[in-house]
């Protein structure tokens, strides 16, 4: 594709209720990555896929926050039971290979009410 | 860990002006230096890419250098104009003694081209 797309571009729900958040490479990369950035803060990592291997999950927050990549290309973020710290801009970004350079998607902003 | 500083946090300056930007990072053994724009309400949109072998890298009116053993890189902006005006952030992998490809972000500078 042209670039990293994401989807929805924003997305309003209320506390308690699960949302899943879309990421669309770029065709043929192989490594992808999730950050959220909240209101006056840097970019925190949250999840890394590359290729076939298992993720690194290190950076998830909390097990209401999970991810998967089907068929080593689209990925879907899920949070579970939303609550209000979790409302964020939610980062996606992919290179060729791991350690390549990083291109991002628009985000999705979140906002839990 | 690695840790990624950025200064200044905020630069406002009038149009014309040459800058300079620096990033500092604790962790030398890294694979690359990403140095990344960003507008307000959008994704980031990437600069320059130096490799670890790289002293520095050019693209337009932008120079990015990279000292790996002072932990140090910088980007220079050229002629700055109105349009450069946004937050530019830096991110280097984990580090290699951490085996890391994962990104460390500093918090960027967010830089003002007053006309």
């Known amino acids: 594709g042209a670039g990293v797309s994401q989807s929805p571009s924003n997305k309003v729900t209320e506390k308690g209720k699960d949302v899943e958040l879309r990421c669309d490479p770029i065709?043929?990369?192989?490594?992808l990555y999730w950050y959220r950035q909240s209101l006056g803060q840097g970019l925190e990592f949250l999840i890394y896929?590359?290729?076939?291997?298992?993720?690194?999950k290190s950076g998830l927050p909390s097990d209401r926050f999970s991810a998967e990549r089907t068929g080593g290309s689209v990925s879907t973020l899920t949070i579970q039971r939303t609550q209000q710290e979790d409302s964020a801009v939610y980062l996606c970004a992919s290179s060729l290979v791991s350690g390549n350079e990083q291109f991002f998607g628009p985000g999705t902003r979140l906002t839990v009410l | 860990k690695q840790e990624v500083t950025q200064i200044p946090a905020a630069l406002s300056v009038p149009e014309g002006e040459n800058l300079v930007l620096n990033c500092s990072f604790t962790d030398s053994a890294i694979y690359n230096l990403q140095w990344f724009r960003q507008d307000p309400g959008k994704g980031l949109t990437s600069l320059l890419l130096i490799q670890s072998s790289q002293r520095e890298q050019t693209s337009g009116r932008l120079n990015a250098s990279l000292d790996k053993s002072s932990g140090r890189s910088t980007l220079y902006i050229a002629a700055s104009q109105p349009g450069d005006s946004a937050t530019y952030l830096c991110a280097v992998p984990g580090g290699a003694s951490g085996g890391s490809y994962i990104p460390t972000f500093g918090r960027g500078t967010s830089l003002i081209v007053h006309p």
């Open positions: 065709s043929g990369h192989t490594a």
């Open positions: 896929f590359q290729g076939n291997s298992a993720p690194d």
